[in-house]
């Protein structure tokens, strides 16, 4: 793997991030991964930032709320798709993905949360903040259509520490 640029592959995540990456952390010795579609990144505080959204119930949100930490990896090229359905529809409470799925965890030196091997990209994140949606605040159609169960995401923002890219 090889370091690269975050405005070089902006484009190219923001792209693909409608169709699922890869958000990872660890916490207590354990690592779960989960899909994630929906997300920005840019340039906030002086620092590049990709914003992650995490629904309260999802069990990567028991974690990444006790971690320092996330990466995203990302499949440019549409491998992994079996993967990304499972882990967008299954809980890290009832499986342990990586042994299920047989993903290959691979090291940063930036943290110890892991990146999945075989995508193109992963971005290394460090949380710099974190915020709970307010139902009050959000507009009714949002609210209606996307959370009929009023199961909200916490917001995090994270500085992107590094961006590798798989050779």
């Known amino acids: ?3 690269v640029d975050f405005n070089q592959v902006l484009n190219d995540y923001n792209e693909v991030l409608p169709k699922g990456v890869f958000l990872t952390t660890k916490a207590k010795g354990e690592v779960n991964t989960m ?3 929906w997300g920005t990144a840019g340039f906030i505080w ?3 930032i990709l914003m992650a959204p995490v629904r309260k119930s999802r069990y ?3 974690l990444i709320e006790n971690s320092e930490f996330f990466t ?3 499949p440019l090229n549409g491998q992994l798709k079996k993967e990304l359905q499972f882990c967008g529809t299954k809980s890290g409470r009832d499986y342990n993905k990586v042994e299920e799925l047989n ?3 691979g090291e940063v030196e930036e943290c110890n949360v892991p990146i999945i091997k075989g995508n193109d990209l992963h971005f290394i994140c460090k949380i710099k903040y974190q915020q709970d949606m307010v139902k009050e605040n959000l507009a ?3 609210l209606e259509n996307k959370y009929p169960d009023k199961d909200m995401h916490t917001f995090y923002y994270a500085e992107v520490a590094a961006v590798y890219q798989e050779e």
């Open 72 to 74: 995203v990896s990302v």
């Open 103 to 105: 993903l290959e965890l």
């Open 46 to 48: 002086n620092q590049n």
């Open 60 to 62: 990567t949100h028991q």
């Open 140 to 142: 009714e159609d949002i």
């Open 35 to 37: 899909t994630m579609g």
């Open 1 to 3: 793997m090889k370091k």
